[in-house]
């Protein structure tokens, strides 16, 4: 009898191995995450971690917009969570930040142990690679660049914070936001996040440096890193990344000036030098920060709808920002810049954009385009609020930026539910999510070519 139950366990575990083996690199990727959000809630209820007590719901939530760096709270981190339960926010903002990947694969590597080949497939998929070597190094290079990058700022914001508080004080507050700006996370410790702050140039710079650099990509970051910042020697995707991000920045802060400029809410009754600093902060965070210096619920509609633009839009691959990506932004209208002027191939910088490149860049925007729009409707009909309201509260979960029009703490039950999964969806990406659904297969059939009238 005992020799029969054995013999049905390790029947068991034999068989549970052979179906953890036989997942797909995607679900593996959403099942740690899905572990580090639940063990996080866990802490987070702990009596040790709250100042107040929190509801299981309350637990999730925070979890979830730690480790997905969004940053959108349904209760106010200063106030509600010890010096304890703060810690514990930044850590899991910082290991979802890098990714749980890059633990994984740093660990084996120092182990001395070789990656197995489901292993090797999960490290591609998380790092969007396609070469084993680049892994090693772009793992190695996520660890050394964040950890470098943070500890400067945690320095600097000491040094001007200490002039205000406590030098107690000043290291933790420099050392929660360096972890949350360079992860692109958005949480702070006041509830007006950093709107003391609005004129403050050094801390606008230090912390909109810092989202922008983790925003960029830790590709990006290693190429500069390597060719000693020359331009002549970056990869095509560096210059596109930079200078894409320059003018898109450039726009969105003039942009911003001119829609807000008239607004008493918010920078009209400032002198000139602040509204062109906090137009700039505005103009950066929605990739994908979710910090504020302004009353988003105050800011015109214009500039609320191209915050939602911006936040669509999002930061680098490989980095720590989210939406769609600006490489697949840059990718589309490229693509439609080639419709429209009769050319056969997608260039960039002297290089043609391979096809299934474009085919992956709608794919990506479709996808998210309609989880955009089944998630607003959804919204729409649980809560009572602004359509505009709602649709930027769906796209800041979606691209895991973090920015309301004071939504968020408004929420029902249901629609907490709801932000959650769009948080989640839009940290795995949305390709990601649905290969978690559907596990791509190559078809070895080719059908014959059809004529179909669009446009």
Known sequence: MVEHLINRFESGQSSLKNRVLKASPPAILSTGYLTLIMLGAVILKLPLSTTQPVTWLEALFTSTSAVTVTGLGVVDTGTRYTVFGQT????????????FMT???LTILSMGKKIGVRHQLLALEAFNQTSLDKVRQVARAVVYFALAIESIAIVLLTLIWSGEMDWHHAAFH?????ISA????????SADNLSAYVGHVP????????????????????????????WKRLQPY????????????????????????????TIANLPLAEQLTASWFQAVTPRTAGFNTLPIESLTDPTALLMIVLMFIGGGSMSTAGGIKLGTFVVMFMTTYAFLSRSDDVTMMRRSVQRNVVMKAFSVSVISMMLVIVGTMALSALEGAPLLDILFEVVSALSTVGLSRALTTELSTAGQWLIMLLMFVGRLGPLTAAYVIATPQKRRVRYPSVDIQVG
């Open 174 to 178: 420099a050392f929660f936001y360096s």
């Open 182 to 189: 360079f992860n692109n996370a958005g949480f702070g410790l």
């Open 103 to 105: 633990f994984s694969v």
């Open 238 to 265: 560096t210059k596109l990344m930079i200078g894409a991000t320059v003018i898109i920045n450039l726009s969105a802060w003039l942009l911003i000036w001119l829609f807000e400029r008239h607004n008493a809410a």
């Open 203 to 230: 801390v606008n710079l230090i912390i909109s440096s810092l989202f922008i650099i983790g925003g960029l990509g830790f590709v990006v970051l290693q190429d500069l890193w390597q060719t000693r910042r020359r």
């Open 88 to 99: 514990v926010i930044a850590l899991l903002i910082q290991a979802g930040g890098l990714g």
